[in-house]
């Protein structure tokens, strides 16, 4: 009687206890179960999660930009500490991960004044806030608690954020695009990994689905379509024409995945680039959207460094605006824009806001969507409002505009500025190549190592650009991420290094870096 | 020479494209590839991503607690909005989710004076501030402060959490527990819903691994179990002696399992109960943790309840400190305890903080967990320094303690006396029987619905307990969910309603459901 139960669960209930175990019957003749740890019964029994038994995706998932670099940064951190003297470097400099207020950068004052204020609303009316806040923070305030039913920033909101914010932040798409967006395509998220994991667990069915990817990627994309069993299929950027995207590159590459049996759903584009930095013409994004067009993609715009664009002859636009301008509309073609408070000028990484906007899916598939992000409630109240703020800041008029203005600015020019001067500084070493950092907050260099530092590194048992790494750290407290963490054609060795240390300690990283590669290659020269 | 990459993404990399496409290529035959959207290649293409065509396992996964009731509620405050007075209600209660501050409960100031602050750290040493915050908070931000690398709030901190936050929380668990706690094993979380779904992935392999889950759930676990692929298998609380856990019937249900060739791997507790209020006495769970032990499960303790405890003669214990209680260590029994801010008496649901303890788990594989745990980097800095508030509150002495406590302390009773009140009442109700509710945020009374009731719904196409919570809502404006969304005894009807209207309610909502409640049953009475 007590067997099965009723309503809703019982309905896959039924299927794992009955039909799925009747599956399992069948096949129990090779399964390992009568000698696993949970059938035994001795009483010293050990631990019975280990690496053998843990869910193998878990363990072939990789993410270089946490890896062991900068496990290795970590412990000599501590020995700066605990023996300061002792290395012949007086700090770490985190240049792995595009982290800028860890390096320094200063939160824009009008976010967090508002967010502050609606952290704690009773100073709201209070005659001292006056004084410490200003008034248009606080006018903001008002109405984004408004927008927040009951007033009640420590509510769970609606699963895909809270409605008055969403229509900020549609209003925000709109005005930087030209064309309409609708709040209900917005999902807010605690940044953009968890969007991006929700899109990967919508599309991936089993390992025949596969999803195209650039090399060099974020590794949140590999990392992301490991854990949910499906295929990364790659398509390589080309360094030579500074990390060009070519539609015959990503045909040659579905076709090659189609004849393999993979069914290739969706296209992944970061612009600006990471770890490539480059930014995209508009021409590029308009073959791009034709070919998701024709071949039926889900394009999955990675749009986090849409502020960060460094060079006057490049300009970001959106992939929806780009397919809206070319008359393709909600029932043509799927794009999803990801979006983020942890990159542009604001780098607000530690507050995990962000977005995606989703069009060109049914009403049926979008209720999946929404079912998934319920699980999880919502996404952080901090973030929701941040992410609105991002996308709505103060105007031309408002109290604020010109400290924010002048605080925007120094950061992007100062961002450009540091960009520069590290890729001249990486061009003028031996054997070292390094292409424009257009956009987003990085350097991709390819280094020419020679074959002696090559078999040094196969006798540490090391990738080579790793190898290198490691010395450059240990010799100068410098944190890159080996190329072979984001994939590289073969043969081919690179670094990634943001452009984020202060502008003050740019010269230092340059000649420690200059001083390091110099007796890196003397003592490796074939 | 493009085909692969090299490093670390080559390993995974070549396994997917030459290892995987060469077991594809086996298989290809039974593959429906060559008529999938993907592969065709006309203009005029409808979007390529249908139901049919999305992970079958998000179609499968249900989450009624924000499923189609709250959907409908949702669609009749609307109605309200546009045209008031329409509907025999003035407005809608959500009594469907343990959402305390969206019903009107005040946030504790003293944490919400701290993360202001935190947010906004420039006002800190002005002298306005001393006016507008306590000066322990003050106090307390400059501590949580200076605990941050560079003191910056708004960068990504150590994946597991800022350590000096671990290490106030493994202080706070000591104090609680009377067992060392280390900050190592903390893992700060946005809430403890992904708390719990990283430990599913990594413990689920296949749909050969099962999770033990009582029955009734709280659905975040057969939502998380059915997304990464693995099979519940359900073990009935006895409503009978006060939803009690017994161990003869976990036995009972895990040879059942293991007859069917399912590996069981974890055991989840849910203490205090959701949706079932019940708390564990330390008797049952030193039998837990030896069953645990005995078996070789890992024990998921959702702990979130801890601080919602409302009758005098039952504690809250946690499942670490039985276990160590009884001289069990790190090397004799796994277990992981999941705590939030959302719960107990501060509700910051909003602002998704929370925590697991992993105990009990090797080196390697706790190396595993902060792997997956960096590829999302981190979890936001403001519920990060939340869940340190609610693990170390003011303390007798300090400034805020004595507001602190009154505002606690007003909560935590008020619940107590409305939990009393509308189980009474419900317990009063021809047909409805009701436990008692001991701690947690709920109730979850049995209907027994006439024959009359059962056969309308039928007809209606829904589950009886889903026909009754719609007319309720209908009728009353109350949204409560369906036993059918967290499993039950067939036959048997129930529904979960959170005790957290504001007291002043507490009367008109009894009054509303008692008079729902007579005309339903003159209506249907057999």
């Not at 039924?14 to 399964?31: I, N, W, Y």
């Not at 967010?115 to 248009?136: M, N, R, V, W, Y």
């Not at 390589?236 to 393999?260: F, N, P």
Request: aromatic share 8%; with cysteine; glycine share 8%.
């Amino acid at each position: 009687m007590r067997r099965f139960v009723s309503g809703v669960l019982s309905s896959y209930q039924k299927r794992s206890l009955s039909h799925r175990s009747l599956r399992f019957f069948s096949s129990t003749t090779s399964l390992s179960n009568s000698d696993s740890p949970s059938s035994s019964s001795s009483a010293a029994m050990p631990t019975p999660v280990t690496l053998e038994t843990i869910n193998p995706k878990v363990l072939e998932c990789e993410y270089a930009v946490r890896g062991e670099i900068v496990t290795l940064a970590q412990r000599l951190q501590q020995e700066l500490q605990e023996k300061p003297g002792s290395l012949p470097f007086d700090e770490i400099l985190y240049c792995n991960i595009g982290n800028p207020q860890s390096l320094g950068q200063q939160p824009i004052t009008f976010f967090r004044e508002v967010i502050a204020l609606c952290d704690h609303p009773p100073i709201l009316d209070k005659s001292e806030t006056q004084g410490l806040f200003s008034a248009d923070a606080i006018e903001r305030a008002w109405q984004i608690l408004d927008q927040i039913p009951g007033r009640a920033t420590g509510a769970y909101s609606h699963s895909q954020g809270i409605k008055g914010l969403r229509d900020t932040i549609a209003a925000g798409i709109e005005a930087r695009d030209g064309f309409p967006s609708n709040p209900n395509d917005i999902f807010l998220t605690d940044g953009a990994s968890p969007a991006v994991h929700m899109m990967m667990q919508l599309l991936i069915r089993t390992e025949k689905d596969g999803i195209l990817c650039p090399i060099p990627q974020y590794p949140l994309y590999s990392a992301s379509i490991v854990l949910h069993g499906g295929t990364l299929v790659p398509y390589y950027l080309d360094e030579a024409t500074g990390w060009g995207l070519e539609i015959s590159e990503l045909q040659k590459q579905l076709e090659d995945a189609k004849s393999k049996g993979i069914t290739v759903r969706a296209l992944v584009v970061i612009n600006p680039g990471n770890p490539t930095g480059q930014v995209l013409s508009e021409d590029n994004q308009r073959d791009i959207v034709e070919f998701c067009k024709k071949e039926g993609l889900v394009l999955l715009a990675d749009e986090v460094y849409q502020e960060n664009v460094y060079v006057p002859d490049k300009k970001f636009h959106s992939f929806k605006k780009i397919s809206r301008s070319m008359g393709y509309g909600e029932e043509d073609i799927s794009v999803v824009s990801f979006q983020s408070v942890s990159k542009g000028y604001y780098g607000e990484c530690g507050k995990r806001g962000g977005y995606m906007e989703v069009t060109g899916f049914g009403a049926d598939v979008r209720e999946q969507i929404y079912k998934v992000a319920s699980v999880n409630l919502c996404s952080n109240i901090t973030g929701q409002i941040l992410a609105s703020l991002v996308m709505s800041p103060p105007k031309v008029g408002d109290e604020s505009y010109e400290s924010y203005f002048m605080e925007k600015d120094g950061i992007l020019s100062s961002l450009a500025r540091r960009a520069k001067t590290l890729e001249d500084a990486l061009n003028s070493l031996e054997g070292v190549t390094c292409n424009k950092a257009e956009g987003a907050m990085y350097l991709f260099p390819r280094i020419h190592l020679p074959e002696k530092a090559i078999k040094a590194a196969e006798a540490a048992k090391t990738a080579p650009d790793a190898f290198y790494a490691r010395r450059l750290l240990n010799a100068t407290g410098i944190v890159v991420v080996p190329g072979s963490g984001f994939g590289q054609v073969p043969g081919t060795w690179h670094f990634r290094c943001t452009i984020l240390p202060q502008e003050d300690k740019i010269p230092a990283v340059v000649s420690r870096l200059t001083e390091f590669h110099k007796g890196f290659m003397e003592e490796f020269r074939d």
